[in-house]
């Protein structure tokens, strides 16, 4: 008892130090002379500029704050050479975007992500900070635009559609959802025309997703930064955090805690571009795709498929076999394989691949054993092998088609044969 008394008593003595701390107002820092800062009228630590090397920018329509950060060329993302960017071909994007983005140099490639006060959109969410990275003979460059009040919300829109002049392509990750459409209402809001309509923009979420959902659990940039790039984020500040902080900044006015905001956001389109580097290429040489993993295979086959392109399909397919994969992900694959080849007409290919199917218990067993008493009964005319395979099925999971089929079986078997005369 004489403990639980001693707590009590200390964290009441705690209690009442807050209490005091927040009864009277915190001390004002000592004021810098007015004729050295820019706007003495506002607070001290009301720019950012304290904590980041940048400019305040004037533009037609007020201020903003700008600050841009070089990652030289000989630097390294995880395993990305930053050098390997301005190598890229001009026609990387065509197949991903299936023809959409047209043949254009790397260095005409925009690479945006917003930081915004929420994630729900809708017109009360502003875009705070907003970062453009560009691929330059020095390196990648990232340019970020960042109002220190809401008031400036005209000023930084109009910088932005400034500089994305110089730019032909946008290439953002899941920005088609959220980041675009929440830019076109800033835009529209401040009675502006969005820059956005010439600019061809490809969305790198969709085609992350077909090669590495079957795989990852998350197809977040950011674990994808750390599982395809391997990159690990030091110090890093939750994305769910950011309205936060920048709210109590406009509170406070204290820009320090800012700073991890500036970085996240940099880093965000430094994973996007290196990113860039390796998903479309996928797409564009799908037989020279830098995948390591049999799902990652079999995720980029199945866009293939949906092309219409059946033998390179295959040919990745049975390569993600022999790579190696998990038992439920295994039998699918196997029995794309198995569909693809009957569509294509090859039946021998296709017997075999529903014939090894059927012989394991497996969720496409029961299928397997169906396409064998089909090709049994229609192909081969040997009824009591399709009557077999029904029989079995039925065994496994019994159902009104499978007893129908079974008896049509049945009475061609018992139907007699007629007698040819010599």
């Not at 395993?79 to 254009?104: A, C, F, K, Q, R």
């Not at 309509?197 to 940039?221: N, P, Q």
């Not at 800012?258 to 940099?266: E, G, S």
């Amino acid at each position: 008892m004489d403990d639980i008394h001693e707590q009590l008593a200390i964290l009441r003595r705690k209690i009442r130090r807050i209490d005091r701390k927040y009864a009277s107002p915190a001390p004002a820092p000592a004021p810098q002379p007015a004729e050295d800062r820019p706007f003495p009228d506002l607070p001290l630590h009301y720019f950012i500029d304290e904590f980041l090397s940048g400019e305040v920018v004037e533009t037609p329509h007020g201020s903003h704050f700008e600050t841009e950060k070089l990652y030289a060329r000989h630097r390294r993302h995880g395993s990305m050479d930053i050098s390997n960017l301005e190598e890229l071909p001009e026609d990387l994007l065509d197949s991903l975007s299936e023809g959409t983005v047209p043949h254009t140099p790397p260095l005409r490639w925009a690479f945006l992500d917003t930081e915004t006060t929420g994630l729900a959109g809708g017109t009360g969410t502003y875009a705070f900070l907003v970062g453009i990275g560009r691929i330059t003979p020095e390196g990648f460059r990232v340019r970020q635009f960042f109002m220190r009040d809401l008031c400036e919300e005209a000023s930084l829109l109009y910088a932005i559609e400034q500089h994305l002049s110089q730019f032909d392509v946008l290439i953002t990750y899941n920005g088609k959802a959220y980041d675009q459409p929440l830019l076109e209402t800033r835009f529209r809001m401040a009675r502006s025309r969005p820059p956005f309509g010439r600019l061809a923009h490809l969305d790198l979420l969709f085609g992350a997703r077909r090669l590495w959902k079957l795989r990852l659990e998350s197809c977040r940039l950011v674990e994808l930064e750390y599982q395809i790039l391997g990159v690990e984020r030091e110090g890093d500040i939750p994305g769910e955090m950011i309205p936060y902080v920048y709210f109590e900044y406009l509170r406070t006015r204290q820009a320090a805690r800012l700073v991890p905001i500036f970085h996240h956001n940099a880093i965000d389109i430094l994973t996007l571009a290196c990113l860039t580097g390796l998903v479309p290429l996928a797409f564009r040489s799908p037989e020279e795709a830098p995948l390591h993993h049999g799902a990652d295979w079999v995720g980029l086959a199945r866009w293939l498929l949906k092309a219409e392109r059946h033998e390179e399909a295959l040919a990745l397919l049975r390569r993600a076999v022999e790579r190696g994969l998990g038992d439920d992900l295994l039998f699918r694959t196997l029995w794309e394989i198995a569909t693809v080849e009957k569509r294509l007409g090859r039946e021998d290919a296709a017997l075999a691949a529903f014939t090894e199917l059927a012989s394991i218990q497996n969720q496409f067993r029961i299928p397997a054993l169906e396409e064998l008493a089909k090709h049994y009964e229609h192909r081969e005319r040997n009824y009591a092998m399709a009557l077999e395979f029904t029989s079995t099925a039925i065994e496994l999971g019994d159902t009104e088609e499978l007893r129908h089929r079974a008896a049509r079986l049945r009475r061609r078997l018992e139907k007699p044969r007629p007698v040819h005369l010599l």
